[in-house]
């Protein structure tokens, strides 16, 4: 190495090296790959494939050519990328459930709605559509500017000229270094609309725009779901999502003997945007298989060139609403659409743009095309202009100019200095062919001339006036609408009023028995028989706690020592094989405070609680069920006190004893709370405790069980009296050891406890 070369090296610190370097690449990925330009709608890639189809003469009227020469031609001379990118890119283009308006006429597999690949680009042809043949309109007459290929051997078009809105009608999605771009596609006829409700009121808001072009407009159709708030919103910031659902509808299914009577089906006929059909029927399929969906017997593929999607319900009797509303939480029935206006402005920068500025920078973009051209076109008539009065010379002059080329060799001076030509107009005349001089006649000189001056004024009044050229840009605009408009293809829709859907009713409703051990280990077995416990295997020491018998459809709330309540819906429970699993899986649970019993709990009902020291309330069924693994606390009591009894009230009296005392008092003076200490049921004396309490009607009376005999007390005027009131003795033959009949199902597993050293039977569970 020489000294000159080590004279060329100098210390850079190496982050800001790498921090240029990364900023030059994000810049170029922005601007020259992911984000489409707002005057034209495309990215790089797009235009340079209708541009090279342009150049292969593939008008909407010729032949149609092989994809791979369109591919060959475009990574040739102005993209030198991959070719299966460059092919991806055109097929997309001509996908009519991917593009609105296609640009793209393609011919052969294309790939489809379910998601298969484009055939190769060998055995595919294609052609431009009329909506790219607008867009490449006058892209000959100096409308844009042209720039270096990639190589500098050609030039290409920075930016088309779009006659055609395709940013907002075909939308585009890109993702960028450090940002985004998602513009749903929208109706062309509401887009040229609004773009004439700008050019007639430049001061116009977004909220006016919006109510000629409402919102997305997409290829697959669907249902929008948005408020016009929420739409305004999104067009007023330019970011926000959509809610966008399928299109369905109920239909009867004729009656055929033997069979059912008002027998339905759901039918799917569009699917939300760029979503693959097959994935979504197998999303479906799985939600059946695995029993997740007790709505749905079956579903169906019924589609051919138009969507139709056969969902068959379980019953007949169910509600369509409620079942399409389980589909559209559970499966890509419905989507959230996003909606990101981020584009490269004329000035070559990214921004997010709202509507207002959406279509601002597109008419603006057709009035510099629309200058440009006038210019252009006014350039032309003057050049042609200049040569007319040449013309009109030679016809004025025609033997003497004839002589003067026959009598010199070198005619063009002469020429000039004889009729006062420049050189351009000589050299016109002298290269006009014997043939041709028959029509320069004066009248159609003179004529073409009036045409041409006409033309040229009527050019300079629109460069010199913006509104006469703002009211032929008006005028293209109903022009193209003519031409490309059609009928929006997706609903708009304020948001329905959604039905609730529990846990429990989206779960297919089969028999089971929970198995719970007294260590905490649970299971469930299905079915309708209730399970042999002879034959239930737990796990080393452990043993049987309780039985409940209920439906996957139930709540199962476990109720612990300390008063925790933690709920599970029952088809969640672990498998009946094995041993199951401990609570602790499926609660976050404290080791010393372990469950004491299991119940199925209605949310509808009223359930009373009672603790052993006479303390007790009221509470409904919806505050004994817990969404948090942790679980909640519903009753406080003193270290020494515990739990009774949490049943379900049946009556409007309630009763309660101890080991002598028995009082009868209204339900009423016990108050509704979702969780404390409760308030006195019956005075206790020293070494007392509440045996047993139950609800009932005045009419039912309570039947007491002392374990020998039972005995139906219908007049209970010795023991009524208000709550927190000692009562009256029990009966002869029940001072020894009594307990109500008839609670509401209790339990019959009972268990030795300790309390202040007195021996007392638990009961384990409350009420099925």
Known sequence: ??????????DAPIRLELESRYLAYALSTIISRSLPDVRDGLKPVHRRILFAMRGLHLDPGSAYKKSARVVGDVIGKYHPHGDQASYDAMVRLAQEFAVRYPLVDGQGNFGNVDGDSAAAMRYTEARLTRVASALLEDLDRDTVDFIDTYDGSSREPWVLPARFPNLLANGSTGIAVGMSTAVPPHNVAEILDACRMLIDNPQVEVAALLRVLPGPDFPSGGVLVASEEERLEVYQSGKGSFRLRSRWHKEEVPYEKGGPRGAWRLVITEIPYQVSKSRLI???????????????????????????????PQSSRLDPERIMAYLFKNTDLEVRVAVNLNVITASTRPQVLNLKGMLRAWLDHRFEVWTRRCQHELAGISARLHLLAAYLLVHLNIDEVIAIIKEHDEPAPVLMSRFGLDAEQAEAVLNLRLRALRRLEEMNIRREMAEKEARAASLRALLADESLLWQAIGDELQQTRQEFADARRTELSLPPQEPVLKPEEMTLREPLTLILSSKGWVKAIRGYEE???????????????????????????????????????????????????????????????????????????????????????????????????????????????????????????????TQRMLLVCSLQEFPLMPKGKGV??????????????????????VLLDSGKRQKRLTDLTSWQGSRAQRGGLLPYGFLSGASFVGHGGASTLYREESLSGVTVELPLEGVD
């Open 1 to 10: 190495m020489s000294m000159a070369e080590v004279g060329l090296i100098a």
């Open 282 to 312: 197998e999303r479906i399929a799985q939600l059946i298989l695995g029993k997740q969906s007790p709505f749905l017997a079956d579903v169906r593929d019924e589609s051919d060139s138009a969507i139709r999607i056969v969902l068959e």
């Open 531 to 657: 399970p042999d416990v002879s034959k239930i295997r737990f796990k080393g020491d452990d043993t049987l706690l309780q039985t409940v018998r209920g439906y996957t459809t139930d709540t199962i709330s476990f109720v612990s020592r300390s008063g925790k309540i933690f709920s599970v819906l029952a088809d969640r429970l672990p498998a009946g094989k094995g041993f199951g699993e401990p609570l602790t899986v499926l609660f976050d649970m404290e080791g010393m405070d372990p469950v004491v019993w299991a119940m199925v709990v209605d949310g509808a009902r009223e359930y009373l609680l009672t603790t052993r020291l006479s303390q007790g309330f009221r509470v409904k069924g919806s505050d004994l069920i817990s969404t948090h693994r942790a679980g909640k606390q519903v009753v406080m009591f003193k270290p020494e006190d515990q739990l009774l009894h949490l049943r379900p009230v049946l009556g409007s009296l309630v009763a309660a004893m």
């Open 680 to 701: 006195r049921i019956q005075r206790l004396a020293r070494g007392e405790w509440l045996v047993d309490v139950i609800t009932f009607n005045p009419e039912e009376g």
